[in-house]
T-cell receptor, first 112, second 114 residues
């Protein structure tokens, strides 16, 4: 079963706009990660946020984590056509084995 | 490092045939994961290894699926016999247990069973 559930499933915006994707999960976690997948490619790690962190930034990416609500959001600011991809959240379900459980993903289309 | 290397990139096989997917993890990584991705079910964890030992294979769909990791630099996922519903993209990923947890994915093997 999938741990994370992303929302929305699909998002279409214009270049320059911000894109926000949400992720909900069910179990306790040590950290939550976001990955990106371009069509036909493998997943690429974007950012990791630990359970004791509430917000983290990396370039145009901003991730928030609310452990009381078991939810996270990924914000991409000033989007570009090259940001078009699928975005997945992943959690470790509180284990230290490196195991990651992925959500269903949000497909983002950025129109030039 | 060349990253996680999977082979083949594409595989088309007939129903009933044996299929073997291969993965070379990043050197120094001690955890390896096999995932399957389909439109209907998303990204599913099939099995993972720590230090070459299978830890959790609860995601393996049926006995037709088996995975091995004979050494730290090589793993295989075998399907025997294959069925059309096994058609999917299979990803291998590796990480260093005890690190930040970032997983590195291969480019995947697109399997089509006809």
């Amino acid at each position: 079963s999938q741990q994370g559930e992303e929302d929305p499933q699909a998002l279409s915006i214009q270049e320059g706009e911000n894109a926000t994707m949400n992720c909900s999960y069910k179990t306790s976690i040590n950290n939550l990660q976001w990955y990106r997948q371009n069509s036909g490619r493998g997943l690429v790690h974007l950012i990791l946020i630990r359970s004791n962190e509430r917000e983290k930034h990396s370039g145009r990416l901003r991730v928030t984590l609310d452990t009381s609500k078991k939810s996270s959001s990924l914000l991409i600011t000033a989007s570009r056509a090259a940001d078009t991809a699928s975005y997945f959240c992943a959690t470790d379900e509180g284990s230290n084995t490196g195991k990651l459980i992925f959500g269903q993903g949000t497909t983002l289309q950025v129109k030039p | 490092d060349a990253g996680v290397i999977q082979s083949p990139r594409h595989e088309v096989t007939e129903m009933g045939q044996e299929v073997t997917l291969r993965c070379k993890p990043i050197s120094g990584h001690n955890s390896l994961f096999w995932y399957r991705q389909t439109m209907m079910r998303g990204l599913e964890l099939l099995i993972y290894f720590n230090n070459n030992v299978p830890i959790d294979d609860s995601g393996m769909p049926e006995d037709r699926f088996s995975a091995k990791m004979p050494n730290a630099s090589f793993s295989t996922l075998k399907i025997q016999p294959s069925e059309p519903r096994d058609s999917a993209v299979y990803f291998c990923a590796s990480t260093f247990q005890g690190s930040s947890g970032e997983a590195f994915f291969g480019q995947g093997t697109r399997l089509t069973v006809v």
